[in-house]
């Protein structure tokens, strides 16, 4: 079965670093993804991790350990557009991808 | 602009009724995905095409069809809708459908009335 688990909320202050973690139970799991999800508009991709270890982008890193089914995005010098959804979503077999509920990201001032 | 287009933006039905959503790919991308998200709620999977055929099922309801034109747009078919299904209806391409990221349209949002 597919099951991925990440907080609802979080509230940070601008300029703060934020990690938003992720676990997730997927068979045939091949790939993490992080996307980012303004209200009512499409997710946009951020990140993808295959391999364990940390990947920087700029302002956003994502960590992979697949022995431990984890991951976490960090967002580095947060601006108020950061605000938003973040999904962790894990890829597995062919073609699928499981998306999480998502965690709702609110940045104050 | 992701270069997934969707329309209509906003539609609004009465319970009952049908309609179809129409997605263009992005340009070379073979693969056309459908997701419905509920208020509040993640991303469903509804049907992935590839290259014209059907690759994968998710849960996706008998009332619900789609199908994948040799011009590799898609159209998304509800139909006998019911209040449960006012939702946002994504549809995302990818160039293999072998499960990489993708590309999302920016949505239709389906009000049932």
């Known amino acids: 079965g597919q099951n991925i688990d990440q907080p609802t909320e979080m509230t940070a202050t601008e300029g703060a670093i934020v990690q938003i973690n992720c676990t997730y139970q997927t068979s045939g799991f091949n790939g993490l993804f992080w996307y980012q999800q303004h209200a009512g508009e499409a997710p946009t991709f951020l990140s993808y991790?295959?391999?364990?270890g940390l990947e920087e982008k700029g302002r956003f890193s994502s960590f992979l350990s697949r022995s431990k089914g984890y991951s976490y995005l960090l967002l580095k010098e947060l601006q108020m557009k950061d605000s938003a959804s973040y999904l962790c979503v894990a890829g597995a077999g062919s073609y699928q991808l499981t998306f999480g509920k998502g965690t709702k990201l609110s940045v104050i001032p | 602009d992701s270069g997934v287009t969707q329309t209509p933006k906003h539609l609004i039905t009465a319970t009952g009724q049908r309609v179809t959503l129409r997605c263009s790919p992005r340009?070379?991308?073979?693969?056309v995905y459908w997701y419905q998200q509920s208020l509040d709620q993640g991303l469903q999977f509804l049907i992935q095409?590839?290259?014209?055929?059907?690759?994968a099922k998710g849960n996706i309801l008998e009332r619900f069809s789609a199908q994948q034109f040799p011009d590799l747009h898609s159209e998304l078919n509800l139909s006998s809708l019911e209040l449960g299904d006012s939702a946002l209806y994504f549809c995302?391409?990818?160039?293999?459908?072998?499960?990489?990221?993708?590309?999302f349209g920016s949505g239709t949002r389906l009000t049932v009335v």
């Open positions: 991790n295959v391999l364990d």
């Open positions: 340009s070379g991308d073979l693969s």
């Open positions: 995302a391409s990818s160039v293999d459908g072998q499960g990489g990221g993708y590309t």
């Open positions: 095409y590839y290259n014209g055929e059907e690759r």
